[in-house]
């Protein structure tokens, strides 16, 4: 799968409509091959882009868990963390 795409469940402050539209915009990128669609495909593109949108949202909604919320400050440093020892 696209590495760009980011976990969105299970956050506090919950994804926000911008992020769910960007991962559902990273995954039809993917499934499509390319990052721009030709004018020729500019509807379809723009109709999977929200279909994928709203079944992500609706996912987010019906999940459920009993762990507690990770915060996003805390998550995005151990990423850096990561990166910083993987890259330096």
Do not use: H, W
């Amino acid at each position: 799968m696209c590495r760009n795409i980011r976990p969105l469940f299970n956050f506090e402050p919950p994804a926000t409509p911008e992020e769910v539209r960007a991962a559902a915009l990273q995954y039809v990128r993917k499934v499509a091959g390319s990052p721009q669609p030709s004018k020729a495909n500019e509807q379809a593109y723009a109709a999977a882009v929200a279909a994928v949108g709203a079944a992500t949202q609706d996912l987010l909604d019906a999940l459920v868990t009993s762990a507690p919320p990770k915060d996003r400050e805390a998550e995005a440093a151990k990423a850096r963390a990561r990166a910083q020892s993987r890259y330096a």
